[in-house]
């Protein structure tokens, strides 16, 4: 049994295996025995151990367009801020505009590659939206929340996707239909959960 590898999925689901995890690491000598997999963030108060020297953490995000084969990968992101005499001359994509469009609204989920039609590979993302909104940041940490609201949020913040965007400025923004009443303490909180839950990320400067 200590050679044979086990992958656990949505583990935040029951903390308990945390802890169970690093009990099994510290009676075997074997390593990378476990791999602890989840799509949202966990309540840390039911874990007693960090799970240093035993259990490594890395962020997975949706795939890139070369993992999922469309990019060309002639121009590497590394090469293009550290080389500067990197030669890019000449090097062009295989997509078109379009392509690229439809790309960022499709998403890098692996289940949309192999839906058969753009139309269906589109309501993988629009799906996974309205279940975040519906029930997922509910679920979260068992609070009930405004489905409405929280895509209204979601809205605001996919147009202003790379600006520096102020809470206040994005609060207006979700209150401006005048359908729903919003405080920037109700705002804070449903974006914390969104956070919680991977879907949106703020980006250092």
Known sequence: MQDRKCLIDEWQDAPVLWDAVRTMVDSRTVPSQFVLT???AVDRSKIHH???GRIARMTMLPMSLWESKESTGKVSL???FNEPDYDIDGCR???SFEDLIFAACRGGWPAALVARSPKSQLLIARNYVRTVCREDISRIDKRQRNE????QILRSYARNISTLAKKTSMLADVS???EIECS???FSDYVNALERLFVIQDIDA
Do not use: E, P, Q, V
């Open 38 to 40: 989840g799509s949202n």
């Open 50 to 52: 960090s799970g240093t």
């Open 78 to 80: 590394h090469r293009l």
């Open 93 to 95: 994509s295989n997509m």
């Open 148 to 151: 409405k609201l929280a895509m």
């Open 176 to 178: 401006a239909s005048g």
């Open 184 to 186: 920037i303490d109700t």
